[in-house]
């Protein structure tokens, strides 16, 4: 076995024992592994050893390494978990199973737009900023209600559930609880939360989806530049 298939492995196991000592069913929570800034070579054994779960940041660099991979596992599934620019939204629905970033309305507008032309429908997560930070996206906490409504009701996203990345520094309990509390206030049923570090809380909390990089494909080496965001002009909303 390779050591990503090895600590593929070890984390499910894991998971499988969170989701246990949580009294739930031992597959309540899934994995989905994080390959962003990994090259297809890295990718590779994990779909041949039967992973099919998968998750990138950036567009651009899903574009340059998925359509191969996709054909060869067209049962793969891929999710987006980064910023999506609204000139990339065609690109992202084409591409993308998931869009778990759905963290401002121009997104989600332009989600439903490509939606509508491409005649695909990857299911959507609202994201949201439980830690209330300046620098991070998301939709801020007591706008969340009327932000699914406006998702469900006026835009007709499929959405499927809540996800949220709590700050660094913080106890992440907390904000996996918020999140939980948010998701059943509006209806939804998947909590995608839990990252390599924080997993197993995440799960103890009620997380469905928990998305694991580092613990699996070890280091991540440098990021390229990010995907250029262009700025949206004063006064736009969003
Ligand atoms: C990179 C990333 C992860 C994975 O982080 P690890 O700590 O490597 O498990 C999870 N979620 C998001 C949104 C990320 O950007």
Do not use: Y
Request: glycine residues 8%.
């Amino acid at each position: 076995m390779t050591d990503a298939g090895a600590r593929l492995a070890g984390v499910a196991a894991r998971l499988r024992a969170a989701c246990a000592r949580a009294g739930r069913p031992e597959d309540a929570a899934a994995v989905v592994a994080v390959s962003k800034f990994h090259g297809a070579d890295a990718v590779l054994p994990a779909l041949l050893g039967g992973h099919l779960r998968f998750a990138e940041s950036r567009v651009q660099e899903a574009q340059a390494k998925w359509p191969e991979l996709r054909e060869r596992f067209p049962e793969a599934e891929l999710h987006l978990i980064g910023t999506l620019q609204t000139n990339k939204a065609a690109d992202a629905v084409r591409l993308f199973d998931v869009v778990q970033s759905v963290d401002r309305p121009k997104v989600a507008a332009a989600l439903a737009r490509a939606m509508d032309r491409e005649g695909r429908r990857p299911r959507c997560f609202v994201q949201v900023n439980t830690g209330a930070e300046g620098q991070k996206g998301g939709i801020a906490v007591d706008e969340v209600a009327a932000f699914v409504k406006e998702c469900r009701e006026s835009l007709e996203l499929p959405l499927a559930g809540l996800m949220c990345i709590p700050p660094v520094s913080a106890d992440p309990a907390p904000h996996f609880r918020l999140l939980r509390t948010l998701a059943a206030d509006t209806g939804l049923p998947e909590l995608s939360m839990g990252m390599s570090a924080d997993f197993e809380t995440a799960v103890a909390e009620g997380s469905t989806l928990v998305r694991v990089g580092s613990a699996i494909f070890g280091p991540r080496p440098p990021a390229g530049p990010p995907d250029r965001v262009p700025p949206e002009p004063p006064g736009s909303g969003s």
